[in-house]
């Protein structure tokens, strides 16, 4: 979409296209080549670098169940179909938010002692563009998504809000803690950047 002023003529229009093309070009190309994964509907759910493959079954009520590497969601047979995927979707999500309460609280004791700072509470949340998050009441929040992600990206998410503890800002010192608590940090936020549009359980993302 283009804007321009209303009195801009044409051919004006025409040659500023004309002139960005190539950058035009690549933003689109670039576009493209960000491929979103529906990981629901490949039946294939990424967990901290595992892979679960998703078994649906018809039944009289819903619930989900890890069975080593198999996820099993019985569906209701009382859901109409045109429910039947957003249920299925609400389903998996809270299962992943369950691992993530579980997976994050130990993680959170593990580097807390590592850091020599103490949270208080693990809030478990669902946010579009944001990892997480901490207070200086020692409240630390995280995003469940990060569960799509390899356990050590996620496991710097982590180690980052628990650095906030010591340093509620994000000066040299405050890097210099986290470089030094975990080493690889560069590497999981470039991981971070790059696999952002695919952390996500379906490619329609619906979530705040
Ligand atoms: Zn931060």
Known sequence: MVFAPSNLPQSSIDLCMLEKKN???RHLERRTTLTVIDHLALGKLPLLGEELSL???D???SAVTLEGQKLWV???HRINKSNRQAHLEKL???FYQQQAQDWFSERLTYWQAKLDVRFS?????QWRRKWGSCDSKGVVSL???LLLAPAWVADYVVVHELAHLRYMNHSANFWQL???????YKLAEAYLREHQHQLFLTNVAQDQ
Do not use: E, F, G
């Open 92 to 94: 998996v999500t809270q």
């Open 23 to 25: 950058w035009i070009q």
């Open 178 to 184: 986290v470089a030094l608590t975990y080493p690889q």
């Open 59 to 61: 039944d009289s009520y």
């Open 74 to 76: 019985q569906l209701s």
């Open 55 to 57: 078994q649906i079954v």
């Open 143 to 145: 995003n469940w998504r």
């Open 121 to 125: 509470t693990l809030q478990v949340k």
